[in-house]
């Protein structure tokens, strides 16, 4: 049980077309600034009562609540503020971007909400027990490759830290960061480190130490590079996901909200050592830099909303489909670039100013709901919230599932497939998802459905079970029977 008292549906329902109706009228009314306060007063009370009645939502999607929390309050500081945006070389002001900018975030949630009551798995952490030897020994073996890997990274750059060269991530990237395999390598961090938090669960010490290792040398790692906020939060939101049913689990519906809120206040307290890290390397005040960063989450979409008030540019979306093939992936290399994230900034600010900054290696951030503003008019980012809740609805609850049957390799895919999707949710730009190396794994998922695929030892439906055995330092695999509920002994 996970503590919670389940609302009836119907009541669900009502308080979802009182909330949109609000939302619709304040759109319709948005030039008054009464209009905007009222909008984050609706979402605020449809928020508290996600807390009373799904606290766990807060954990498992701790990386759309964060990102949804921050835009908002964001885009409430530039319509409401008098500050300047560095950035975009305007002073804010208000234009009432934020009723609609609000709807399409309730929609995101509430398209998360519906797809888990259909398609939620739940990790069963609380009765999850690491019993085989072998799968113990596999996660174990992932969690020491992980671990030589970060090793090998911060090697490579212990000799320059970037807090004593007063140097940002990129330009740190450039001038000592790590290339050519060992690179490679290092990119894959953040989707091997699930491995060692579920090594964390074993009991053997040895087990632990070596999940903990990892952790702390990832996190050294990422801070001697010059990483303020984003991977760290990114190490956060994979670690709650994983424990998300464990800690419900665990504790009761008064509880939940206490750790809720705890989970505030370490963000809170990661912000603060953000600033601090920042402040070896800005010259300037920190309040205005923490200021700034701020204003950055909502003014692709306030911008846009001022410039183009829903105008749509259907026929324009076509780069995007163009793009979704050929996109660079380095930003030195999207100068002059035509899609996602690079467009917006192009039609927000001047392009000698957009070049600067691509030549220097920075984009801006939370390009999505604003590029479908623009493509789509109004009903752009309604559209958005519905896909992209729809996309991490499955990626994540299809991690849950993969977790709980110990499919290691889908473990490591959907993972991938989650932290794609967390940048192209942001950046609007979708060509990650249609690599060669993609192509693999879609045909991986699509030929292995509804089968257990192990490594190591191998079940393929409910009539074979293929065993190892080693040649030359190659496994081959023979085929005999298995019973019907797909369980034999192994082979030696």
Known sequence: MLGEMRRPKAKETVIDIICIAIYIICISLSKYRISSIVSIAVFTFYCMHIMEDKGYFYIKYLYIVFVTFAAIVSCAIIEFGSLYLKELRVSAHYYGSLPLFVLSYHILFRTLISFEKVNRAKI????????????????????????????????????????????????????????????????????????????????????????????????????????????????????????????????????????????????????????????????????????????????????????????????????????????????????????????????????SVVDAYLKAGYRYTEAGFASMLYYFGFVGPIIYALLMGGTFGLFINKLCKAINNHDFIRIYIYVRFILLATTSFSMFIFKPFFTIAQLVLYLYLIFTHNKKVRIGSITIGDKTWISGIHNYGIRYFRVSDVASNGVTSRSR
Request: proline content about 3%; charged content about 15%.
């Open 124 to 351: 069963r952490l609380a009765k999850f027990k690491i019993v085989e030897r072998k799968e113990t020994r596999i996660i174990k073996y992932i969690s020491i490759f992980t671990l030589l890997i970060v090793l090998a990274c911060f090697v490579k750059v212990l000799p320059h830290p970037a807090f004593l060269n007063s140097l940002e991530r990129a330009d740190y990237a450039r001038m000592y960061g790590v290339t050519g395999i060992l690179g490679q390598l290092a990119a894959n961090i953040p989707r091997l480190i699930i491995f060692p938090y579920i090594l964390f669960l074993s009991k053997n010490k040895r087990n632990k130490t070596l999940a903990a290792s990892c952790i702390f040398f990832a996190v050294l790692y990422y801070f001697w590079t010059g990483n303020k906020f984003g991977v760290f939060f990114q190490l956060l939101y994979i670690f709650l996901m994983v424990f998300s049913e464990y800690i419900a689990a665990r504790i009761g519906k008064q509880k939940l909200k206490k750790i809720v809120v705890k989970i505030g206040i370490a963000f809170a307290g990661l912000i603060v050592i953000t600033l601090v890290i920042q402040s070896f390397t800005y010259k300037g005040r920190i309040w205005v830099y923490f200021q700034q960063r701020i204003a950055s989450q909502g003014q692709l979409w306030w911008r846009i909303f001022g410039l183009y008030n829903g105008t749509p540019h259907v026929s324009e979306f076509w780069n995007e489909i163009v793009a979704a093939f050929t996109a660079k992936s380095d930003v030195i290399d999207n100068i002059g670039a035509n899609y996602g994230i690079y467009k917006m900034m192009y039609l927000c600010l001047p392009s």
